[in-house]
């Protein structure tokens, strides 16, 4: 089981739970009984939790000899403490090198971007270095750092920690300098770029490259700002960039920590370092968002980001309802928008189109209402999971007919495609050619079909009483429409205009419908 799976519990469920996980940190504390505990973070990919061991289990006696970066096989139960998950362990077995091998890919968390597309990212940005000497400088760092920069955490725990984070950030930064820099005429383009991609260099030797991330004896001693900074003066050196180029590229990396206290080497004072230090500020903390988002399970709000002393709400903004449409008839889908927008609902509405098209089902039920579900469940499938699904199935009944074309009204003539409607019309005057007018009765019949992302189904019908002409009038709609004439108008719905169709048709009738339950029980 993954750790975010077991994160996802609720108050009052019952998991019991069994998963491989990292050792990525543990401290020994002592309560205020002089009683001794240990407060241990394990990880996957997938996320991290913290569990308490105390000094009488035998969790607290395997822990107490085990240092991070161990792999271990923990069951246990979700559990709750205060309203806060607090996962109780019932064993834990250190796992050997050979079992670790096979189940590595489950436990190392890496960027969502391969490696070596972000590097050839980046030394497409390193090229368009305006200033040669810089960009040559540049370049000889990295190859100093070597392959552990394309390999290397970005941090601990505070953003981008996890493998392949540092070329991420990296890239992050770069990215967002090139597309800055315009605003900002006076910071020196070369020297902004080169900051970007160089300020956390240092980490390299900064951090151990294990399963567990930890500080080496040159990070602890010196730390990444001050081996960053020896690692550029050696590349400015070796390419003989000027004095003033080389005090300036190296005030970048020693002040990118934005505060004293944060870690710098110095407060940025010029406009180059000013600019590193805020987008190397930004992407931290976007980074520590992003991974608050990733790891905090259903909860509405994240535990607290060290980075950003706050919680992070973890629901989505209310955005408009994505409604598709299970139709690649363009003509239908136009009525619908045209109909949602004059009823001003914050509705998206899209057709099957935007997925790639309708996926292949047979619509073989026998009314308008099974038909519509079909649809609507063959298009749920490949639709968003929080995406609302409509479908319609409508047609034309004439009474001389018993009811028919009804459910085949699309495919009466046994034609699909562009001339279907012409040849679905001819075939239905033939029929009718020798029914008196006054026997002529029909109507148009449309049920919608909605698949809510929970799975409910609604449905919802209009109908509209009609005659069939005798021939073709109008040049509005499709389908039936030219033939299908309202009484108390006097015009077939094809003279009518969209806006006055809309309101009497069959397709309009059904659509305020779910208009009024959708006001009632969704937006």
């Not at 700002?225 to 003066?233: F, N």
Request: negative net charge.
């Amino acid at each position: 089981m993954k750790i975010s799976e077991i994160k996802s519990v609720r108050v009052g469920e019952n998991l019991k739970f069994s998963a491989n996980a990292i050792l990525k940190s543990l401290q020994k504390r002592t309560a205020k009984n002089g009683s001794e505990f240990i407060v241990a973070e394990f990880a996957d990919k997938s996320a991290s939790m913290t569990v308490m061991c105390f000094g009488d289990t035998l969790a607290f006696s395997v822990l107490a000899q085990s240092n991070s970066g161990d792999v271990f096989k923990l069951t246990g139960q979700a559990d709750f403490y205060n309203g806060k998950f607090s996962p109780k362990l019932d064993s834990l077995t250190k796992l050997t090198d050979e079992e670790i091998k096979s189940v590595q890919e489950e436990l190392i968390e890496s960027s969502e971007l391969p490696s070596d597309f972000m590097k050839a990212e980046l030394f497409e940005i390193i090229e368009r270095i305006p200033n040669d000497k810089i960009k040559d400088t540049v370049k000889f760092a990295l190859e100093d750092a070597g392959a552990v920069f394309y390999t290397s955490t970005a941090a601990v725990k505070m953003h981008h920690a996890y493998q392949n984070g540092l070329l991420e950030h990296t890239l992050n930064l770069a990215k967002l300098a090139e597309k800055l820099l315009p605003m900002y005429p006076f910071v020196n383009p070369s020297l902004a770029l080169a900051g970007a991609i160089l300020h956390d260099i240092g980490k390299t030797l900064e951090y151990t490259q294990g399963l567990a991330t930890e500080k080496t004896r040159a990070g602890i001693l010196q730390g990444h700002v001050v081996l960053g900074y020896r690692i550029v003066r050696k590349a400015a050196i070796k390419c003989k960039l000027n004095d003033d180029l080389t005090e300036r590229l190296e005030h970048i990396i020693l002040s990118h920590q934005g505060e004293l206290e944060w870690g710098a080497a110095a407060i940025a004072a010029t406009p180059e370092a000013v600019f590193v230090s805020m987008l190397d500020y930004l992407d931290a903390r976007m980074g520590a968002v992003a991974a608050a988002l990733k790891t905090s399970g259903d909860a509405e709000f994240s535990d607290l980001v060290p980075a950003l002393q706050s919680k992070i709400l973890l629901t989505k903004p209310a955005d408009d309802m994505a409604l598709y449409i299970a139709s690649s008839n363009a003509h239908k889908v136009k009525e619908f928008q045209e109909m949602f927008s004059a009823a001003a609902l914050p509705i998206k509405v899209l057709s099957a189109s935007a997925l790639g098209g309708m996926p292949a089902h047979v619509e073989n039920g026998l009314s308008f209402k099974e038909n519509a579900f079909i649809k609507a469940e063959a298009l749920k499938t490949i639709a968003p999971k929080d995406a609302y699904i409509l479908a319609d199935d409508s047609g034309l009944c004439v009474d001389a007919l018993k009811g028919a074309p009804g459910i085949y009204s699309a495919r009466y003539a046994n034609i699909e495609g562009a001339l279907a409607d012409n040849e679905n019309n001819k075939k239905l005057l033939k029929e009718l050619e020798n029914v008196p007018d006054e026997k002529r009765q029909a109507h148009f019949s449309c049920v919608l079909a909605l698949i809510t992302p929970e799975g409910e189904k609604k449905s919802f019908s209009g109908e509209i009483e009609g005659l069939i002409n005798r021939g073709e009038k109008g040049l509005n709609g499709f389908g039936y429409d030219p033939l299908f004439e309202v009484p108390s108008l006097g015009k077939t719905t094809a003279q009518l205009d969209s806006s006055e169709k809309n309101k009497i048709s069959h397709r309009g009738l059904a659509i305020a419908e779910l208009i009024k339950y959708l006001k009632a029980n969704i937006l």
